[in-house]
């Protein structure tokens, strides 16, 4: 029997970052989970093709939007369940048999959300946004989501757009979205660029544009420009 499940990597001048996401992921190598990781590129400009080439990674590329990624990388996949992961996203060990576990259900699943580093502001970004996804049902992207192939394709899969793809994703898995005994750790290097809570203010203030109606490529404009 072959291994079940097929690693959706979205990447852009992802080559520092890669190398770790992949390397967490040997755990379920070795206990015959996975299947083959996608890499599904929107452009990079560093060694990223190179780098994903070494780890024995099947390479897709196209236009850099998240959404139109996943769905190419998706298409790309040949396992019953997807494993989508962000390349600066890593899952924390135990992770496997946490997946194994929740295999069984059936159902889509996220993992809980923690940061490499930060202190107490991470911690309590993460903390906000585990609470979030626990009562609303909407985890972001830098939490990783489990997905049963067939699932994926009766809910429509992933919009080809340049953010929210990840919220609507879980809003069309409505009922059929669980936690994930296990943590995923991501970098945090994007909020402190911007400030922790500039960054988590604006991410708020984005999803709550986004379920309001507001258009994502009009979100994507605004968000790029701060």
């Not at 097929?6 to 890669?18: K, M, R």
């Not at 991470?122 to 946004?129: F, I, K, L, N, Q």
């Not at 400030?195 to 994502?216: E, I, M, S």
């Amino acid at each position: 029997m072959r291994a079940p499940i097929s690693v959706i990597i979205p990447t852009l001048d992802a080559a520092a970052a890669l190398p770790g996401c992949a390397a967490a992921l040997f755990e379920g190598l070795q206990a015959g989970l996975i299947r083959e990781v996608v890499v599904s590129d929107g452009g990079s400009a560093d060694r990223t093709r190179e780098v994903a080439g070494e780890l024995g990674a099947t390479w897709v590329e196209g236009p850099p939007s998240r959404g139109g990624q996943l769905a190419r990388g998706v298409a790309a996949a040949s396992g019953p369940w997807l494993l989508v992961l962000h390349a600066d996203t890593q899952l924390a060990p135990g992770w496997s048999e946490a997946a194994v576990s929740h295999m069984q259900t059936g159902d889509a699943g996220y993992f809980r959300l923690a940061f490499a580093r930060g202190g107490w502001r991470a911690r309590g970004v993460a903390g906000w946004a585990n609470v979030r996804s626990r009562l609303a049902g909407l985890p972001y992207g830098d939490q990783g989501m489990l997905l049963p192939r067939d699932l994926y394709d009766a809910v429509g899969g992933f919009p080809d757009q340049p953010l929210m793809e990840d919220v609507a994703l879980a809003r069309a898995l409505k009922g059929r979205l669980r936690a994930i005994a296990a943590t995923a750790v991501t970098s945090p290097e994007r909020y402190e660029a911007a400030g922790w809570l500039r960054r988590g203010t604006r991410n708020l203030a984005t999803l709550t544009r986004y379920l309001l109606g507001t258009d994502p490529e009009t979100l994507a404009q605004a968000y790029r420009r701060r």
